[in-house]
């Protein structure tokens, strides 16, 4: 199958066309409030205090974006322009993303007459980018352009028979026609890394995901707690959930049922087409703008119930660039917050659906999104910040 | 004493869904009160079980009895252990299974 999506000069193939404006600050926020069709960052963390590789990742996070298929050009600003962590010079950021064939202006306070001055001169760009952008229009392109990335959150029973399924039927069939799918929450295999070990692509990378979570079990054991005050989280054990074990056996049914291609740092681009294992932590703020970076074009948060009660609203997560898709089995979670919602597969539960039907009707949806229909979270003008995940302490 | 039911249209079965033909729980599709049979599905077969107490949508009953220690599958995989004799019947949870993986609380008490 084909969806309608944006040929950029690199031969990636975009779901939406923004000019993206990096990283934060008044200057991105005065330049996004006035031009449409432009997105930005919120973070907290500038790597001021961080470790190397901490600062790699984040560089790391600001180039993928950059890069993200979704984005037809740059502004970046230049924040302490010759001054900062190499990792993090802007000329190094403009450069790698320039790289990908995409237009990068710098705005830099100390030679655009001040941040007056590099507001104004960001604006009269990200006008002209953005008008650029609208000329390009939408081309029917195949499936192998699509990349994935999902979350499981709030789970409970209906995520492990119905809600995860229908992605897994979803993963295996863009991985079969040739695109990518990001999967990943390491915490959250521990248990079932015996599955996953077993569908490697060779030895090594079955090593590499027993590796990651034996690595993962250790820090765990490390704090001397028993990790069932942590996850399952309260939400999790009151859906139905009793084990890590048990959270994690449900959790990998997301991703469907080929074989994996490798494990992905946080943030890093894969360098093939196929299922990878993402070596990344649950957090709804750090692991999506991670997927996006690593080129996802769309991205998925498979929601459970429990904890959820009385969220008749939900607000996507940060995916910058990427449309974000809630999609849920829990009816009462349907229920409640049914026009934030794309997708439902609580008929598999109710018996009026089989999980190859849902997973197709969810498919269906996510081609239609792809290729341009609003996912409910982009009707909202909002976005929380993103909390990269950095593993390293501060200093 | 003939019960109330009697007479009346037979209660719709309640169902129930095993991950995995090696399972020794299987998740119960719709609240079920004490009592009340459970229809399991699994590839075509139906297995019923009468549950011992009520258990809610989406938790797990047990399909046999499982000894203290012995281990509780789902998926096919183990998701921990039994922390106390389990009923066929009963409600499989936080109360009488507990998880054996990233344990630290199990390394400290092992380590002194």
């Keep these: 199958m084909s969806f309608q999506g944006y040929v950029r000069s690199d031969g990636s193939v975009g779901t939406r066309n923004y000019v993206l404006v990096i990283p934060q600050g008044i200057i991105s926020k005065s330049i996004c409030e006035f031009i449409p069709g432009t997105k930005t960052i919120l973070s907290v963390d500038h790597g001021s205090g961080r470790t190397a590789n901490d600062r790699e990742t984040i560089a790391r996070v600001l180039i993928g974006l950059g890069k993200n298929p979704n984005v037809s050009s740059v502004i970046l600003h230049a924040a302490s322009p010759g001054v900062g962590y190499p990792e993090l010079r802007v000329e190094r950021l403009a450069d790698e993303i320039a790289s990908a064939g995409k237009r990068v202006e710098v705005l830099d306070p100390a030679k655009d007459g001040g941040t007056y001055g590099a507001i104004v001169k960001g604006m009269q760009r990200a006008r002209q980018m953005v008008y650029e952008a609208s000329r390009l229009r939408r081309e029917s392109m195949g499936d192998e352009h699509l990349c994935l990335g999902v979350k499981c959150g709030y789970s409970d029973a209906t995520s492990g028979i119905a809600g995860n399924p229908a992605v897994g039927y979803l993963y295996d069939k863009i991985v079969a026609e040739g695109g990518t799918a990001l999967f990943g929450e390491t915490t959250e295999i521990i248990g079932a890394e015996q599955v996953l070990a077993k569908r490697a692509v060779n030895p090594k990378v079955a090593q590499a995901i027993l590796d990651v979570v034996a690595a993962q079990e250790v820090r765990a054991k490390a704090t001397g707690l028993d990790i069932r005050t942590i996850n399952p989280v309260p939400s999790n054990i009151k859906g139905g959930i009793s084990s890590l074990e048990e959270k994690s056996l449900g959790a990998i049914r997301k991703a469907g049922t080929m074989p994996i291609q490798g494990v992905l740092q946080y943030a890093e681009r894969p360098t093939g087409k196929g299922l990878y294992f993402v070596d990344n932590w649950m957090g709804h703020l750090s692991i999506f703008a991670g997927y996006v970076a690593a080129g996802a074009n769309l991205v998925i948060f498979q929601l459970g119930g429990g904890g959820v009660a009385g969220r008749t609203l939900l607000e996507g997560s940060p995916s910058v660039v990427a449309p974000f898709l809630w999609t849920t089995a829990n009816p009462e979670t349907y229920r409640a917050a049914k026009d934030s919602i794309d997708f439902y597969s609580g008929t598999v539960i109710e018996g009026s659906e089989t999980p190859e039907e849902a997973g197709e009707r969810l498919y269906r949806t996510v081609i239609d999104v792809a290729s341009g229909t609003l996912a409910r979270s982009e009707t909202l003008n909002y976005s929380d910040p993103i909390d990269m995940y950095l593993q390293e302490p501060r200093f | ?112």
């Design chain 2, 1 to 112: 004493m003939a019960s109330q039911d009697e007479g009346q249209e037979p209660m719709p079965v309640k169902r129930g869904l095993i991950m995995h033909p090696s399972d020794n729980v299987a998740t119960v599709l719709e609240e079920i009160r004490a009592g009340e049979e459970v229809a399991i599905l699994l590839s075509g077969a139906a297995l019923t079980i009468r549950a011992i107490e009520r258990i809610p949508f989406g938790f797990k009953i047990a399909l046999q009895d499982v000894p203290r220690g012995s281990v509780i599958r789902k998926y096919g995989e183990s998701i921990g252990k039994a922390s106390v004799p389990v009923a066929k019947g009963a409600m499989v949870h936080i109360h009488n299974l507990e998880g054996v993986r990233a344990r630290g609380d199990l390394e400290r008490s092992s380590v002194g």
